[in-house]
């Protein structure tokens, strides 16, 4: 497949797949800064550039509306992920970000706002390499203006406004292949309320199964099972970042995360982020954790229901407690929150509690890119040790 705007880019490229001359890193140079194109690059006439104020609960509503109607569906177009405000504010606001790197497109004429990209600062570390990039995501552009190049544009333009806080690399993901995923996962799925999952079409009835079989074969434990479990706290971020840097370490790429950084992507935001530590009976000592996501999906053309309640494991850290237990210890959490159905990648020891707690294999998979990073040999997702919203 040509790719006439990726064949422009600095990505790797499927013509060098395969080609161990070309060493790890930055495929280009940083540039100087007075070499950054200091204005926007050119929209169509009836369009201009926005910056999105995530603190604004009107811009915000308006980049909320764009999201829900017009983001990303699955392959029969049943569901579309439902990001929240509280959610949208903060995946984009976290320690350091930049505003300008919060993009919108208005119509000139009406200002309604009809396609979105953003990027927040991240350190993500490759190898021994940790590099400063942006995290690029909610790329969106309105479905009536779809196939009309819009999309390259509004990457250049993320590319530029990155580059002009002298920043040269970025990550990010997407379900479709595009030159050229340094590793490839799949989501795993596991009901947690599988009637309704079998109801609005999101799985189906197994063979020889009855619902009733199937109800009794996910019912969860009504209560937890690790000694010491209970929500993290603020107090808490100093050993949750110690044991979460220890455990990234394993990785090839995973983020570099300091104490600011975990007290803001990981302390628990009602409806958006959970996490749960295992603090010691005995020591006191926090030993392990577990943490998930809130993302709902739309449910499309359903007389009964309107949203499905998913949650995506995110960071999970077992030191003493094993991790099944953990797993399976976060699945009763999210049970007890109303979540309908639990999701989690094949990274990092994923695969270890994905068959014995009952996941079964999702057919969409999420490919992942670095943008101006060559890195040498793909990944197999257990080297993976990011997750991006
Ligand atoms: S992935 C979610 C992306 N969003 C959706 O799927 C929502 C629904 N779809 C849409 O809104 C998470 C449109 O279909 C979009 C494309 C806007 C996707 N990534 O305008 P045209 C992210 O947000 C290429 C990258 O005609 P369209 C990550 C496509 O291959 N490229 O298409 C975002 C083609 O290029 P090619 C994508 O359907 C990462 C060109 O766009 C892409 O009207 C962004 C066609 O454009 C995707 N998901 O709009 C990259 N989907 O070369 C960041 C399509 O093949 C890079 N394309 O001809 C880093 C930047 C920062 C660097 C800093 C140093
Ligand atoms: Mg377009």
Redesign the pocket.
Known sequence: MR?????TQPVGQFKDAGDTSLSEGPIEPPAPLSAVKPEPYNLPALYEWTTCDMDDEQTCAEVYNLLTN???EDDENMFRFNYSKEFLQWALRPPGYFKAWHIGVRVKATKKLVAFIT?VPARIRVRDEVVRM?E??????HKR????????VM?KE??RR??LEN????A?????V?PTPFTTCRYWHRSLNPKKLIDVGFSRLGARMTMSRTIRLYKLPGSTATPGLRKMELRDVPAVTRLLREYLSQYVVAPDLDENDVEHWLLPLENVVESFVVESPETHEVTDFFSFYSLPSSILNNQNYSVLKAAYSYYNVAKKTPLLQLMNDALIVAKQKDYDVFNALDAMHNETFLKELKFGPGDGQLHYYL??YRVRNALRPSELGLVLL
């Not at 790719?3 to 064949?7: A, L, S, V, Y």
């Not at 203006?145 to 390259?152: N, V």
């Open positions: 790719h006439r705007f990726w064949e017009n983001y990303v990027g942006a690029v995501n909610f790329l969106c552009v203006l779809r196939s009309k190049r819009l999309a390259p990457i993320v590319t990155v580059h920043v040269w690399q970025a990010y993901t997407a379900g479709v595009l943008y101006n």
